[in-house]
C-alpha cells in the first residue's frame, strides 16, 4: 500500500498559463505563502508528511502544479495526490480538518490514473463553506517523497497567483 492509500484510506472512485519548469512546483492556487509551521494543524506544521508550505486562498479552484499523474483523490474531495512526470509526488491538502465535512463544498475536476498536464483545473473549492463549517481554508502543499529528491527551496513568498513558480529543487 502506497503513502496516498495509507492517507487516503485505500482506494476511492480555462486554467492559467503554466511554465512548465523541471523540477518545479507551481502555485496550485491564488492567495498568500505562509511557511509550514504557520499551517493551523500539527501533522503538516512539523512537517510529519514532508516539506512544503502552507497557501491562505483567495482562488476558488486548485489546479494542477506540473504535468503528471492524479495519484489519489480523497473520498471526501479535500485532497489530492499528484505525482509529477518527474518524479515529485505531492499532496494539496485544501483546508484544515476539512474531512470532516464530507465532501461538501468541494468538487473533483479529476480522477484518479488521469494525466495531467500544467495548469489543469483538478478541484473547485467553496471557501465560504469551509469558513461555514468553521475550519481554517489554509491549503497545504506538501512533497511527500522530499528524501528521495535534491533539495527543496522554496521561491515564492507573499501573494502568488496560480502557475507562479512556488517550489524548486535543485
Known amino acids: 500500500m502506497g503513502f496516498f492509500d495509507k492517507l487516503f484510506g485505500g482506494k476511492h472512485d480555462a486554467a492559467p498559463k503554466f511554465a512548465g519548469e523541471k523540477m518545479t512546483i507551481m502555485a496550485p492556487i491564488d492567495g498568500t505563502v505562509i511557511p509550514l509551521e504557520q499551517i493551523p494543524d500539527e501533522t503538516f506544521a512539523t512537517a510529519i508528511l514532508g516539506p512544503g508550505c502552507g497557501i491562505e486562498p483567495t482562488g476558488d479552484t486548485v489546479y ?19 505525482t509529477s512526470d ?35 483545473a483538478l478541484l473547485k473549492v467553496d471557501l465560504d ?8 481554508t489554509t491549503t497545504a502543499v506538501i512533497v511527500t517523497n522530499a528524501d528521495d529528491l535534491p533539495k527543496l527551496h522554496i521561491i515564492a513568498g507573499g501573494i502568488v497567483s496560480t502557475g507562479t513558480p512556488l517550489f524548486k529543487f535543485e
Do not use: C
Open 64 to 82: 494542477a502544479p506540473f504535468d503528471g499523474t492524479i495519484t489519489q483523490v480523497a473520498s471526501t474531495l479535500h485532497a489530492i495526490g499528484i
Open 86 to 120: 518527474d518524479g515529485i509526488e505531492l499532496l494539496i491538502h485544501v483546508g484544515m480538518d476539512t474531512v470532516e465535512m464530507q465532501g461538501k463544498g468541494f468538487t473533483a475536476l479529476v480522477k484518479e490514473e488521469q494525466k495531467i498536464k500544467a495548469g489543469t
Open 129 to 136: 463553506a469551509i469558513r461555514a463549517a468553521n475550519h481554517p
